[in-house]
């Protein structure tokens, strides 16, 4: 399998199926449903601390994950990191995000986006924002159109998704951001972003068998095609050819 953005092509380890994990989560549930101690004592140890931050981390990492495949299909040489902030010391987690939807689904509907929201020093809440394939004259309108306090843009020109992610999700820890460990949702994007794709291997094979075997696999343009695709949650996997090549 390979995977393929605009930024960034390489292949996957694949692995052969193995239920030996969803065989364990079967087990825990039949037990749970028959021994009411078990049930009690498993219920406790998901409740640990422990537990609980092992939960967190493997979210951050699902998130931080996420974040570097949106950037990988979307980052181009029109992207800009853009910071929203409010004039007043606005705390409310509701009223914030119901401006800031005002202000990015209806004032600028259409815009590509991602967005991280949390607290800054004195307490409010405000959104770092990376927005896509955007001009300078709508980038512009849209900072005109952010009445409710303050704006400052950048223009990227450090590519690295993995580093642009690991900025943007080093206030995710609940200790540092009041939001996630009240349990809001701070991380969202517009759904108009390009996913990464997944080439499925009875598609390299067709590619193989056209050019013989001779083409180099992460070199090849795998964007010309159109394509049959399955969509996957974060990432679409491609079946086939919507014509054959």
């Not at 931050?53 to 950037?71: A, F, G, M, V, Y």
């Not at 009875?202 to 695709?229: A, F, N, P, T």
């Amino acid at each position: 399998m390979i995977y393929v953005t605009k930024n960034k092509v390489k292949w996957l380890k694949t692995y052969p199926n193995n239920n030996y994990g969803i065989e364990i989560l079967k087990g825990i549930r039949w037990t749970c449903e028959h021994n009411p101690d078990f049930k009690k004592e498993y219920e406790k140890t998901l409740q640990s601390e422990k537990a609980k931050k092992e939960r967190s981390e493997r979210s951050l990492r699902r998130t931080r994950k996420n974040i570097q495949d949106i950037l990988n299909a979307n980052l181009d040489d029109r992207s800009y990191f853009l910071t929203l902030t409010f004039a007043d010391n606005l705390q409310d987690y509701k009223k914030a995000n119901e401006k800031f939807k005002y202000f990015i689904s209806i004032k600028n509907k259409g815009v590509k986006y991602l967005s991280i929201k949390e607290h800054q020093k004195r307490g409010a809440i405000h959104y770092h924002l990376i927005v896509f394939d955007i001009a300078e004259k709508d980038l512009k309108s849209l900072k005109a159109s952010w009445t409710y306090g303050f704006t400052h843009s950048k223009k990227i020109t450090n590519k690295y998704p993995y580093s642009i992610a690991n900025y943007l999700t080093k206030y995710f820890d609940k200790e540092k951001n009041q939001m996630v460990s009240s349990g809001f949702r701070v991380f969202t994007k517009s759904t108009n972003l390009k996913r990464p794709l997944k080439i499925s291997d009875g598609v390299i094979k067709q590619v193989l068998l056209k050019y013989k075997y001779d083409v180099d696999l992460e070199k090849y343009d795998w964007l010309q095609h159109d394509y049959i695709i399955k969509n996957k949650g974060t990432y679409d996997l491609v079946i086939d050819f919507v014509k054959p090549i």
